[in-house]
């Protein structure tokens, strides 16, 4: 079965400052993975997916994530953090045949802080 | 497109009536899924269909939960009787499976049931 679990809950940022959200796999076969967005009282907004091709995946408003096999991690970041950046923040895994069934992880919610 | 749409955007019932959510997907997607989430439990899948067909239930928690997929235009999810616990953010998606790409999950913006 697969999962992914993002580590930290709650992240605080400083305006301008890196973010830094993590990700960690686990699929027994080549997964597909992604990076949803969830701002207040709306549903989830794709921000960027894996699925082959290069490791390194950019995704709208900036942030991007990179593949990396070895450490089964697909951890997101942004250079510069803004204040419209707060929100939660949903890794999620699906594999790549059948159905596709995508499992979300629980998710970090992202503070920013002026 | 006008995306997935859901109605309505927010329900308040009480206990032991029926509740009826309802999910349009986007034009030319084949696959549908509804999802809960609550701040104990996070996202959980519920049902998903392919081609109007139910696919996996699993994540149904009870017998007093339905769905149906009568066309591809169209799907319901239904409560009856509702419980105060059913309170929670009901979320459809939709998406194209069996093409060369897969674009990940479309979401409405939700249904917000509240069971007093």
């Known amino acids: 079965a697969q999962s992914v679990t993002q580590l930290g809950s709650h992240v605080s940022v400083s305006e301008g400052a890196l973010v830094l959200l993590r990700c960690n796999y686990s699929?027994?076969?080549?997964?597909?993975l992604f990076w949803y967005v969830q701002y207040p009282n709306q549903g989830l907004q794709l921000l960027l997916k894996?699925?082959?091709?290069?490791?390194l995946v950019k995704g709208i408003n900036g942030f991007e994530a990179e593949f990396k096999k070895s450490e089964t991690s697909f951890h997101l970041t942004k250079p510069s953090a803004h204040m419209s950046d707060a929100a939660e923040y949903f890794c999620?895994?699906?594999?790549?045949?059948?159905?596709?069934?995508?499992?979300f992880g629980t998710g970090t919610k992202l503070q920013v802080i002026p | 497109d006008a995306g997935v749409i859901q109605s309505p955007r927010h329900e308040v019932t009480e206990m032991g009536q029926e509740v009826t959510l309802r999910c349009k997907p986007i034009?030319?997607?084949?696959?549908l899924f509804w999802y809960r989430q609550t701040m104990m439990r996070g996202l959980e899948l519920l049902i998903y269909?392919?081609?109007?067909?139910?696919?996996?239930d699993s994540g149904m928690p009870e017998d007093r939960f339905s769905a149906k997929m009568p066309n591809a235009s169209f799907s319901t999810l239904k409560i009856q009787p509702s419980e105060p616990r059913d309170s929670a953010v009901y979320f459809c998606?939709?998406?194209?499976?069996?093409?060369?790409?897969?674009?990940?999950?479309?979401f409405g913006s939700g249904t917000r049931l509240t069971v007093v």
């Open positions: 998606a939709s998406t194209s499976l069996g093409t060369a790409v897969f674009y990940g999950y479309t």
């Open positions: 699929s027994s076969v080549p997964p597909y």
């Open positions: 894996y699925t082959t091709g290069a490791t």
């Open positions: 999620a895994v699906s594999d790549t045949g059948g159905y596709q069934k995508v499992t």
């Open positions: 034009s030319g997607h084949n696959s």
């Open positions: 269909f392919n081609n109007n067909v139910p696919i996996d």
